[in-house]
């Protein structure tokens, strides 16, 4: 198990610099029902060709993250299960000085909603980022725009 240290913002993508979108790749994620009452979830992920079960436990800027890659045929039984609830995004990778931005553009029923992600080393250096001029309002704390949720909810409503 470790940990996964990582602010959010929401952007709109159309202010960000084109220049900057060159390493992209599909990501479909679907959330499984966790009936424990502790911010839990399990997912199962395909990024790009690689396929992926995640668990995460916790909230805000600082979560239990543990993550094991898994061969296709068992992310496509865990896919495939008709009551998951799913998201499906362009993910762009960023590089930004020691960090990779990770853009989101959304698709399917949350078309239109794009965020940012930078992950981070420790609690003081996430404290110290300067985010860029186009990100937009940080939703790190809004559950609302956690991807589980999302996935489960759809838009926020604001």
Partial sequence: MGYEIERKWLVDDKIVPKDLLKLFFRVDQGYLEVLDPKNEEARV?????????TIKKGEGVKREETEVEIPYETYDAIYSLPHLSR???IRYEIPAGKHTIELDIYTGNLD???TAEVEFDSLEESKSYIPPIWFGR????????KNKNLAVYGLPQN
């Fill in 87 to 89: 998201i499906e995004k």
């Fill in 138 to 145: 940080e939703v790190t704390e809004d559950k609302r725009y």
């Fill in 112 to 114: 239109g909603l794009a």
């Fill in 45 to 53: 992920r395909r990024k790009g060709s690689r396929f992926f079960l």
